[in-house]
């Protein structure tokens, strides 16, 4: 097996320039080391290559065959790394993104179409789930978080921020009477995102301090936009953030409870794999993203 494709290198500018004096200057290398690597290459190969005289160089047959073999496979390798360095300038190639479903559908729309529109050698493969994905594993180059990262492998940026909150229908607060606190919900139909840390217990801040209560409920979803229906549809009280609710809110079709119980806000986050050299296509998304949200969504 051939050890070093620079070995190949060599052989291919020998037989090129002529001579190893010629071929090392065209390498940049010393004329030693070519020297060198064209016997590393026979010695691979467990034959001869060229024939070497004081005067001149003449390929064997075995040389010919080999040298029209890989001339092809040498310009593969040099337009392969022109392309990656082109990489590292210019965005180009896919682009693979995870979100959350319902901050996806709503926000990142606009984002990824402004992205496109200025980067046409770009092509975006966006997965929408609120399943928490394995970045590196799914073979994905940013994803979109909402919340406290746990991850600490990978490198965030915040791109705005949102807060939580407790909401219900006219409709249910006439039937089941308006909590005051968070305590007065025991006894209330919940409405409950399945994931995340909140799914069993929810925490909040008020006046005296933290406290928190155990969740259960008659509905839980894996999706936010299921839980502002139900909620809608006056089946309950649900926890959520201000990017989905707000808009029913404003349309008096939900109403906020204990709004002296609060949180701290969430960050929402871009996140994606630590490199030494971030690629151009990444990094533009990111500065994008950054660019296209500022401030607090639904805030």
Not at 32 to 37: A, E, F, I, N
Not at 135 to 157: K, P
Request: contains cysteine.
């Amino acid at each position: 097996m051939i050890s070093d494709v620079r070995c190949l290198q060599a052989f291919a500018a020998i037989v090129e320039a002529g001579s190893v004096t010629g071929a090392a200057a065209r390498l940049g290398r010393a004329k030693s080391h070519v020297s060198s690597q064209l016997g590393q290459l026979e010695s691979d190969l467990g034959t001869r290559l060229l024939n070497r005289t004081t005067r001149r160089i003449a390929l064997t047959e075995a040389g010919t065959t080999f040298y029209e073999r890989i001339r092809s496979i040498l310009a593969g390798i040099e337009e392969a790394e022109r392309e990656v360095a082109r990489m590292g300038v210019e965005p180009r190639g896919i682009l693979r993104v995870g979100a959350p479903m319902s901050f996806g559908t709503r926000f990142l729309g606009d984002a990824v179409a402004g992205f496109l529109a200025r980067h046409e050698a770009v092509t975006v493969e966006m997965t929408l789930t609120d399943r928490r994905v394995d970045v590196v594993e799914e073979r994905l180059d940013v994803v979109v978080r909402i919340g406290v990262l746990d991850d600490s492998s990978l490198v965030a940026r915040k791109l705005c921020a949102t807060r939580m909150r407790l909401v219900a229908s006219p409709d249910y607060l006439a039937r089941r009477g308006r909590p005051k606190t968070p305590r007065d919900l025991k006894g209330h139909d919940l409405l409950v995102y399945d994931y995340g840390p909140d799914r069993t217990r929810w925490r909040f801040e008020g006046p005296r301090g933290e406290t928190s209560i155990d969740v259960t409920g008659r509905l839980r979803a894996n999706n936010g936009d299921v839980l502002v229906s139900a909620a809608r549809a006056g089946q309950g009280i649900a926890r959520l953030p201000d990017f989905l609710c707000a808009d029913a809110l404003a349309r008096g079709e939900l109403e906020s409870l204990c709004e002296r119980w609060g949180e701290s806000s969430l960050g929402v986050w871009a996140l994606y794999p630590p490199t030494r050299f971030p690629s151009a296509k990444v990094r533009a998304f990111v500065d994008d993203l950054v660019d296209h949200f500022g401030s607090a969504v639904g805030a």
